[in-house]
């Protein structure tokens, strides 16, 4: 097995202490930052699918967001030389009213690793702080909000309509959560959906490029 694709079953399976010192063997053995980074992703996604399938809970695809977490820390570096992964900043919250984060925890991982810097607003984030974190952060390129109770639906509506009547720009803005689809997204003027975290990463990655 290649030492890439090594890489992305222990990050599948959740090894959080293996998969750094693969993750440096990789890059010993001349694969790419980059090329590391999408195994990563690939893993994650695996896990996201297997996730959505019921075939494992919360806590498996939690050990294997650390262990991706792990790896990414050993890129970043690497990462950080390239300049084509500075994809600007992402905020990101939970919206006013739901206090979940796990969901919006592995869309941050995600997000982050795919080459954007990262302001996590946390949960029960009021649209006033979105629109303050965005004139107070330089470089926003995304705002990521997430909803994950089908009561602060209307909630994220809100929040989105705020963003885009407060005369800002520069950015896009991406939704996501369980009981969020495509065309709630399309209906409360979001630019893009994302059904997962890996979907969100690649989703991110294409709307700022």
């Known amino acids: ?5 090594e890489v992305k079953a222990q990050v599948e399976a959740g090894k959080t202490k293996l998969v750094p010192g693969l993750v440096q063997e990789a890059l010993d053995g001349g694969s790419a930052a980059g090329d590391i980074l999408q195994a990563m992703i690939d893993g994650m ?52 009213g739901d206090l979940h984060d796990i969901g919006k925890n592995l869309v941050s991982m995600m997000i982050g690793s795919a080459g954007f810097d990262m302001v996590d607003l946390g949960v029960d984030v009021p649209a006033e702080k979105f629109i303050e974190a965005i004139k107070e952060t330089p470089n926003v390129s995304l705002v990521a909000c997430s909803a994950l109770l089908t009561t602060t639906m209307p909630s994220l509506k809100n929040t989105v309509k705020v963003i885009k009547d407060s005369g800002l720009s520069g950015f896009k803005v991406i939704v996501g959560g369980a009981p969020i689809t495509q065309e709630f997204a399309n209906e409360i003027g979001a630019d893009a959906y994302a059904a997962d975290a890996g979907a969100a990463a690649e989703t991110a990655k294409s709307m700022v490029k």
């Not at 097995?1 to 694709?5: F, N, W």
């Not at 820390?73 to 990462?79: D, G, S």
């Open 45 to 96: 996604k695996v896990v996201g699918d297997r996730f959505s399938a019921g075939e494992i809970f919360v806590p498996e695809m939690l050990i294997a967001a650390k262990a991706m977490a792990k790896g990414v820390e050993v890129l970043k570096p690497h990462l950080a030389g390239d300049a084509s992964t500075s994809l600007g900043t992402c905020i990101i919250g939970t919206v006013e």
């Open 1 to 5: 097995m290649a030492k890439i694709d």
